[in-house]
């Protein structure tokens, strides 16, 4: 047959015992961290105020080819990687949060660039772009007409209902750069991926600086020419925050 072996049970005294010796330590161990949180501050909610730079092209897609000094030149798509790269620095150091289509010579879609800026929630987009042609800083805004906003917008044309926003950013955009001493255009154009961002949005298009008898003063790799535009972009920027966090 088999051993049974017989099992004492433990007290009722005992029992009791062990339950204090488990739950005292227990108890205290919450009870040192309830003060710390009864303590901790409320903290007031914060505006959140987001920029999305969209650096054209990207990968295979090179863009333009952009001239420089003794005919050297670059890539479009090299060109606005680095200002969409100097303007976050820029921003980041005014406490101005800022997502990035790019961060490198990757290829992009219209629309995967508009669903960035729709996700972020941004309060402004800049698409960054670069040309040989004309002088100075051409800032366009989609020519969508303006059109209330609906809760199901058709995605080519969400922009429509951002349309009047997107011109006040590019007024303020545009007294910046003047401020500068860059010669600003201003104009409206289809403008895919901008036409789905739901956001104010100006699409920034960098020119080589001319004067008033549109003599070239400064090429597009003019170190002092980017800086230039890259500070005004940023002041701009924080008076669109200032602007947008009036009540």
């Known amino acids: 047959m088999p051993v049974r072996h017989a099992t004492r049970p433990f007290s009722a005294g005992f029992r009791s015992a062990l339950r ?3 739950y005292l330590p227990t108890l205290a161990v919450l009870g040192a ?3 710390a949180l009864a303590a901790a501050p409320q ?3 914060q505006s959140r105020f987001v920029v999305v730079l969209d650096a054209a092209h990207g990968g295979n897609d ?6 420089g000094k003794a ?3 670059q890539e479009e798509k090299a060109y606005t990687l680095a200002l969409s790269i100097r303007l976050r ?3 980041a150091a005014r406490g101005i949060q800022v997502v990035t289509t790019r961060d490198a010579d990757t290829a992009i879609d219209p629309d995967h660039r508009a669903e960035i800026a729709n996700h972020a929630n941004a309060q402004a987009c800049l698409s960054l772009h670069a040309t040989q042609t004309g002088g100075g800083i051409h800032l366009f805004a ?3 007409p303006p059109s209330t906003a609906t809760r199901m917008a058709p ?8 349309a009047t926003r997107s011109l006040t950013l590019a007024g303020v955009l545009n007294s910046a750069l003047l401020h500068a001493g860059i010669t600003v255009t201003l104009g409206r154009t289809a403008l895919p991926a901008i036409d789905s961002m739901a956001c104010p949005a100006v699409a920034i298009e960098v020119a080589p600086e001319i004067d008033s008898n549109h003599t070239v003063t400064a090429t597009l790799d003019n170190p002092a020419y980017q800086a230039r535009v890259a500070e005004a972009l940023a002041a701009a920027i924080v008076q669109w925050r200032a602007e947008a966090r009036q009540p």
């Open 33 to 35: 961290g309830l003060p």
């Open 89 to 91: 620095s820029l921003l």
């Open 71 to 73: 005919g050297k030149g």
């Open 142 to 144: 989609s020519s969508l």
């Open 62 to 67: 090179s863009g333009g080819h952009l001239n």
């Open 20 to 22: 204090r010796c488990l």
């Open 155 to 162: 995605w080519k044309t969400v922009q429509a209902a951002w």
């Open 43 to 45: 903290q007031a909610p």
